[in-house]
C-alpha cells in the first residue's frame, strides 16, 4: 500500500468522522475585522509588510525548482492554493507574478473582501478564484491538483493539524511545495507575540492568538515528515514594531517561513537540499536554521 492511497483513505475517514481543521471559535476573531484587511495602517498592517519578505521567499524557491519561466510572469503555469487567505493580500501579488491562484477561507466575509479588491484590478480577475470552504472541503473533491500550498500565519488557528496537513498532503500535485509561516511555541513568541503584540503595543487585536496552538519548528518538522513531506528549509523572521517592517533572522524562536516538498514514498527524511555559501549570501531566505529559545 502507497503512502499516497493510505493517506487519502485515511482522510476520507477522518472527514467523515467529523475532524475538521476548523475551529469556530478561531474563525470568530476574524469576523469583526473582515472589511479592514486592505487598510495598509489598520490590524492587517503586519501581513502587509510581510509581504516584502515571504512573496519573494516563495517566489525564489519555486523559481530555483524550475527551469522554465517566462520573464514578467515567472509563476505562469503554477497553480496554487492559498489556505486561509483572508482577504487576499497574499493571493494577490501571487497571482501578479503570474500564478493561477485559489484562495480558501471559512470566512464568508472574508471572502467577500478578498472578492471585491480583487475586482479593482481586471487582469486578476482570470487569475485568482475565491472560494469560501474548509481545505478538507477542497480534499474531498480533489486530489493532486495543485503545485503549490501556502498556509501563511494559518496553523496557529487550525483546529486539527495534523488532519490540515494530511489534506495538504492528499491535494498537492507529487513534489509540490507546502510554505507555511507561524509563530513559533517558546517563551520569547508568548512575551514578544501575545504580551508586548497585543496587550502592550496592540500591534495586533488582544486574543488574536492562543500560545497553545503555537507549535515549534521542530515539532511541525517531524509532523510533516509523518505525513509524507520533506522540509527544505527553515528560516527565522522578525517583526519591528518601530519601522513596521520584517526581516529574515537566525533565529526560529519567534516567527518562521517554512518550506516542505510532498515526498515521493520512497524517500528518506534526511535529504534537505544543502545550500551553498554563495547561495546563502545571495539568497539568506534559503539557509535552513532551526535555532529556539
Ligand atoms: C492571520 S489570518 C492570515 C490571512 C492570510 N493568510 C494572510 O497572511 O494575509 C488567518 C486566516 O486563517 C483563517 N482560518 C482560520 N482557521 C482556519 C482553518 N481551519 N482553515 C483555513 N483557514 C483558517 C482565518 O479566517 C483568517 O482569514
Redesign the pocket.
Known amino acids: 500500500m502507497t503512502f499516497g492511497f493510505f493517506c487519502r483513505s485515511a482522510a476520507r475517514q477522518l472527514f467523515s468522522a467529523s475532524h ?4 469556530p471559535k ?2 470568530k ?2 469576523q469583526l475585522l473582515a472589511h479592514k ?1 486592505w487598510d495598509e495602517q489598520g490590524e ?1 498592517s503586519p ?1 502587509h509588510s ?1 509581504n516584502d519578505i ?1 512573496v519573494p521567499f516563495i517566489r525564489d524557491t519555486l523559481l530555483n525548482l524550475s527551469s522554465d519561466h517566462q520573464l514578467g510572469s515567472p509563476l505562469s503555469g503554477i497553480k496554487i492554493l ?9 493571493s494577490e501579488p501571487l497571482g501578479r507574478l503570474g500564478a493561477s491562484v485559489t484562495g ?4 464568508e466575509d ?1 471572502i467577500r473582501t478578498a472578492e471585491q479588491h480583487k475586482s479593482f484590478d481586471p487582469d486578476l480577475d482570470k487569475r485568482i478564484q475565491y472560494k469560501s470552504c ?2 478538507e472541503e477542497i480534499a474531498e473533491e480533489s486530489t493532486e491538483t495543485f503545485d503549490v500550498i ?5 496553523v496557529e ?3 486539527d493539524l495534523e488532519t ?1 496537513i494530511s489534506c495538504c498532503y492528499q491535494v498537492l500535485k507529487p513534489e509540490g511545495s507546502l510554505f507555511i ?1 507561524t509563530l513559533s511555541k517558546t517563551q520569547l513568541s508568548y512575551v514578544l507575540g501575545i504580551v508586548v503584540a497585543e496587550k502592550i503595543m496592540g500591534i495586533v487585536p488582544d486574543g ?1 492568538h492562543d500560545w497553545e496552538k503555537f507549535i515549534t519548528p521542530e515539532e511541525l518538522e517531524r509532523l510533516l515528515e509523518s505525513n509524507g513531506f520533506l522540509v527544505k528549509a527553515v528560516n527565522g523572521m522578525l517583526y519591528n514594531p518601530f519601522s513596521g517592517s520584517w526581516s529574515w533572522i537566525e533565529s526560529t524562536s519567534i516567527n518562521y517561513a517554512l518550506h516542505a516538498m510532498k515526498s515521493k514514498a520512497q524517500e528518506q527524511s534526511s535529504s534537505r537540499e544543502p545550500i551553498s555559501e554563495a547561495e546563502e549570501e545571495q539568497h539568506p531566505a534559503r539557509a535552513n536554521t532551526s535555532t529556539t529559545v
Open positions: 475538521t481543521t476548523v475551529d478561531e474563525v476573531k476574524f484587511w492587517y501581513l510581510m515571504r492559498d489556505v486561509g487567505c483572508g482577504g487576499g493580500l497574499l480558501i477561507d471559512p470566512l472574508n474548509s481545505l501556502v498556509a501563511s500565519e494559518v488557528h487550525v483546529a490540515f509561516t488574536t
